[in-house]
């Protein structure tokens, strides 16, 4: 079956660096998109990135120059290097993956969480 865990996460300094892996098995992982999703307390899940099964990322506005999506197919693992963080960068990190044939011709995958079908449990980041 679909698993995909999360790690990475933890507590840093604002202006301080993380970098998340999300491991995946049980699907064929160069098939599928593969996004990261962050969660604040009370509020739903927003699209933080996400890198089509060609490698092409795509980034919410209040990232862009400071994360950087990746994925290693070889080795069925999505990375999120995320420097110079701010304190409102807080939330719970998910990992995400769904088909590509299923999400790309929908459109707006990043900001619509419910297309994708499977989660991890996510890795909780902190920045003071």
């Known amino acids: 079956h679909v698993q995909l865990v999360e790690s990475g996460g933890g507590s840093v300094q604002a202006g301080g ?3 998340l892996s999300c491991a995946g ?31 092409m990322p795509s980034y919410t506005d209040s990232v862009k120059g400071r994360f950087t999506i990746s994925r290693d197919n070889s080795g069925s693992t999505l990375y999120l290097e995320m420097n110079n963080l701010k304190p409102e960068d807080t939330a719970m990190y998910y990992c995400a993956a769904e088909k ?4 790309m011709p929908l459109g707006g995958a990043l900001y619509r969480p419910t297309l994708w079908g499977y989660w991890g449990q996510g890795t909780q980041v902190t920045v003071s």
């Open 25 to 55: 098995s049980g699907f064929t992982y160069s098939r599928h998109c593969m996004g990261w999703y962050r969660q604040y307390p009370g509020k739903q899940r927003e699209g933080v990135a996400m890198i089509d099964e060609n490698g």
């Open 100 to 103: 590509a044939s299923v999400i």
């Open 17 to 19: 660096s993380l970098r």
